[in-house]
């Protein structure tokens, strides 16, 4: 599906929070001993399924149909013609060419000193009337185009300025009433930041259980080497002893005390075997995490995309409206 970007006009409000994660395709594995970093922008993460998951207790996630639930349809403001024949459809007009045949020269006078007095009682009313009260605002606009059909007044030029006016009014009244509806889509843009916020903290640690994890292992690898010669260093002294009778009670003493380094060792190693074990099923937990809140950013980034286009077209017809609402407001006098 192709997105549209997003173009912010003036006076309008961003509704989007900038350095969000955008993940998208790729693929990283991670390895023991690799440098890491958090995952670059534009870096879709497929990862890896534990070739033994039965004997790993998956972490806990919110209820992902509740999350993911398809977002209803975006409610947009209406478009040009669905004003015209909707509530502009009610105005009348506009005016034919007045017939004054057959009326005296004093009517037409008074006439035309009375039609000053309608046009200006109808733009103090449109200025003072709230922006939301379109009907009414038509509704009073026809009793004055009756009253000047009725005085002869030639009012097309006025007529327009009005229309062009309570149409405005009509755009912004329907763009507040589309976002008012739009609040799922808002929510959706939300949560889809909060993922993404979410996903870089469980990478972050997931990197330091990592790290922690190599540093075991490295540590592991020297205390069996350590552990290997001490028990290469018992074998040579119980030949010695063997050898060397003279010498039984120094040897059996250094045998004895080989004896009781290599159990300090042996107990030191088994420790570290069950921190390494520890650190592993850390690690685990924590990429299965990971990779569930991947897929979750995943699965509703594009409807999030969709919802912050949607939502900033919006806000884009409002600010049109607005701008186009002083305009026509400004131009609001008889002609």
Known sequence: MRRTPI??????????????PDISS??????????????????????????????????????????????????????????????????????S??????????L????ASAIPFVK???????????LKDVSLMITQANRAFSILNSLKAD??????????????????????????????????VSLHQ?????????????????????????????????????????VKHEVELQKKKAEVAALEAQVQGTRELLDKDEAELQKKKAEVADLEDRKIKLHDEFRVTAEREEDIASKAMEAENAIAEII????????AVEKSKAKLVYS
């Open 194 to 234: 909060k993922l993404g916020n979410k996903i870089k903290v469980t990478w972050e640690a997931f990197l330091d259980v990592d790290r922690e994890l190599v540093e075991a292992k490295e540590n592991l690898a020297a205390l069996e080497a350590q552990v290997q010669g001490t028990g290469e260093l018992r």
């Open 7 to 20: 173009k912010q006009e003036p006076g309008t409000q961003d509704m989007l929070t900038e350095g969000q």
């Open 26 to 95: 790729g693929e990283i594995k991670p390895e023991i001993g690799e440098e890491r970093t958090t995952p670059p922008s534009g870096t879709r993460i497929h990862w890896i399924e534990n070739p033994n998951p039965e004997g790993v207790k998956r972490v806990k996630t919110e209820d992902l149909e509740t999350i993911l639930r398809p977002a209803e349809m975006i409610v947009g403001a209406p478009q040009e013609e669905t004003l015209e024949s909707g509530v502009l459809s009610e105005l009348y007009g506009p005016p």
């Open 155 to 188: 009012y097309s030029s006025f007529y327009d300025v009005v229309r062009c006016y309570i149409r405005d009014c009509s755009k912004l009244c329907a763009a507040e009433e589309a976002l008012h509806k739009n609040t799922e889509a808002i929510e959706l």
């Open 108 to 111: 037409l006078v008074a006439c």
């Open 316 to 323: 884009h017809d409002k600010a049109v409206a607005i701008a």
């Open 97 to 106: 060419e007045p017939d004054t045949t057959g009326l005296a020269k004093e």
């Open 120 to 130: 200006d009682g109808l733009i103090s009313f449109l200025r003072a009337a709230e």
